[in-house]
């Protein structure tokens, strides 16, 4: 098909509050919390089924769970079954990397609606450790490599610890003030994430022994957790959008991959983000939010102070150590909470970015004009 010259729209970004480990979605499985999402969404903005063209889903964990994930989605959502639906595995950027696959199909002219995301059961992750919780090349945790960026950097533990705790008060603040009500779709009685403590203290997370290494500092407490949730959005072709009548949100922009050294994977940002920059000639003083996953705060501190950003911009309703880390979800879920944040304070330009287990990063641009 000949290439559109046009500009790829967000007309629906939802997603599942976060769950704790073996909590409240231990008993659901994650093609059944994926289709509830996906359901109310799809009602809410009055999109016709039968106009999605291909589904497109992240996750990592995908042992055992039959064929296809993103096909049992599809159909348990009652998609019709005449449209093509896959399923992408770039670990921490599975959702990102789909909603990239997203953009360039709609840019090519292969498809005007694409459902696209990410879903995460880690419930199940004791079963199937090595199936994506370890480093391929070292056999390592993904701890292990915080550690490495804390000896390169020479960190110290109050510095993680604090940055955790400020995390943490964002997200507290961020759901007293009801700053996810717009994005958060209720599932199965659950309306709010549950991973944030509401207790944590810098005498809390001072206790904390490391979890990784004998004589190390990165803990449980600054490091993001195990979790379960689901992040879906429909893009859809610009013209098309306007055409239909739906309510552009956003638009995306731009998204870029990287790779590094997998011992530092946390480091993903630093060149995803210099490279989104300067392939779309901008300053990274003209960004005016950042979405920037914290897997731990070793390597999320290293990132913004790298890139010289302004920590105000930065996830400023809290970050993965607050709020969860579903895996193949969190791609999706940061760059959901990066739009509706950008539409609340009516700015223009906003980042997502995330490291990637095995020494890759992404980076995705978000226009508002």
Known sequence: MSKINNKVAVVAAKRSPIGVFKKTYKDVDLVSLSSELIDKMLKEIKLDKDLIDEVIVGTVLQGGRGQNIARQIEINAKISNEKPAY???????????AINLAKNSILVGESKVILVGGVEFMSDANFMYEDGLFCSFSNASMGITAENIVEKYKLKRSELDKFSLNSTKKAIEAQEKERFKDEIVEIFGVSKDEFVRLDQSIEKLGKLKPVFKEDGIVTAGNSTGLNDGASFLVLMEES?????????????????????DPNYMGLGPIYAIDKLIKKNNIDISSIDLFEINEAFAAQALVCINELDIDEKKVNVNGGAIALGHPLG????????????EMRRRKVNKGIASLCIGGGQGMALLVGRD
């Open 87 to 97: 399923t992408v595995d770039m670990v921490c950027g599975s959702s990102m990397k």
């Open 329 to 340: 979800a969190t791609g999706a879920r940061i760059v959901t909470t990066l739009i509706y």
């Open 240 to 260: 098309y959008a306007k055409k239909m009548g739906f309510e552009i949100l956003a638009y995306i922009d731009d998204v870029v991959s990287v790779g590094l």
